[in-house]
C-alpha cells in the first residue's frame, strides 16, 4: 500500500509570494491533517479535513489555507509568504477524523522563503 | 491547553545499551499516546500508540508505557542499535478535540555511538 505522498519536495519562494503544496494520504484514508514544522517552534497543527471539509484549525492567520478533494487529496496554499514561513510541512492522514485513528506521514515539502 | 515536554532534549548512548525516553503531558484526558520517530529531513514514522485503557505497548525492541493519572509516558528501547539514531517524538490528541489534533512534544535527540 503506498503511503502518503507529498508534492513537490522542496520549493524555494520569494516573500510575498504565494504557494500550493499537494498531499495525497493512503488509499481509504478520509482524514488529512497539516503541520508545521520549524527548529524554534517545532510541530504545530495547521488544520484537518475529513470529507472534503475543514473539521479544526490551527492558530495560523488566514494567508494559510487548505481545501481537501473528493478522493481525499489535499491542498494546503499560503499567500503572501513571509520570511518566517520557511519551515517542512507535513502532511497526515488517517482512516476517520479525531483523534483515536493512527496518523501516518509524509515526507514533508521543505519551504524556503526568501 | 495540553502541554507535552520530553526530556532530555538530546542522548547520546553506546550501541547496544538499553535506553528509555520520556514524556510528559498536563492534561490526563486523552484518547491515546503515540510515539514517532523522525530521521533528518523526513517525515514522521509511527512507532507505537498506546490507547488510554492500556498500559503499555511492544513492538519488537520497543516497548511504550503510559500513566495517566502521572501524566507520563516511556519508550524504551533494548539493545540500541546506529539506525536508532533518530528524533523521538511523543504526541497525544485531546478527548475534548479542541482545535488541535494532536500537541506533540519537543522531542528528544537520540544518537547511538557504535
Known amino acids: 500500500k503506498a503511503g502518503v505522498t507529498q508534492t513537490p519536495r522542496y520549493l524555494i519562494k520569494t516573500r510575498g509570494q504565494q504557494v500550493t503544496l499537494s498531499c495525497s494520504p493512503i488509499?481509504?484514508?478520509?482524514?488529512v491533517s497539516w503541520y508545521q514544522q520549524t527548529p524554534g517552534q517545532g510541530l504545530q497543527f495547521l488544520f484537518e479535513y475529513f470529507s472534503e471539509t475543514q473539521r479544526n484549525k490551527g492558530n495560523f492567520p488566514g494567508r494559510f489555507s487548505g481545501r481537501q478533494f473528493s478522493n481525499s487529496r489535499s491542498e494546503m496554499n499560503v499567500s503572501t509568504l513571509e520570511l518566517g514561513d520557511s519551515a517542512l510541512y507535513l502532511c497526515?492522514?488517517?482512516?476517520?477524523?479525531?483523534?483515536?485513528?493512527?496518523?501516518?506521514f509524509g515526507n514533508g515539502t521543505r519551504l524556503t522563503v526568501t | 491547553k495540553q502541554e507535552v515536554t520530553q526530556i532530555p532534549a538530546a542522548l547520546s548512548v553506546p550501541e547496544g545499551e538499553n535506553l528509555v525516553l520520556n514524556c510528559s503531558f498536563t492534561d490526563s484526558a486523552i484518547y491515546n499516546l503515540q510515539w514517532f520517530r523522525q530521521d533528518p529531513g523526513k517525515g514522521l514514522t509511527s512507532l507505537l500508540l498506546?490507547?488510554?485503557?492500556?498500559r503499555e505497548q511492544t513492538s519488537g525492541r520497543l516497548n511504550a508505557s503510559l500513566d495517566k493519572s502521572s501524566g507520563r509516558s516511556t519508550l524504551y528501547i533494548a539493545a540500541s542499535q546506529p539506525g536508532d539514531s533518530a528524533t523521538y517524538l511523543c504526541?497525544?490528541?485531546?478527548?475534548?478535540?479542541?482545535?488541535?489534533?494532536?500537541?506533540f512534544g519537543t522531542g528528544t535527540r537520540l544518537t547511538i555511538i557504535p
Open positions: 504526541a497525544v490528541p485531546p478527548l475534548n478535540f479542541g482545535n488541535e489534533k494532536l500537541t
Open positions: 498506546i490507547q488510554s485503557s492500556q
Open positions: 488509499s481509504g484514508h478520509r482524514s
Open positions: 497526515a492522514s488517517s482512516l476517520g477524523a479525531g483523534g483515536n485513528s493512527p496518523l501516518h
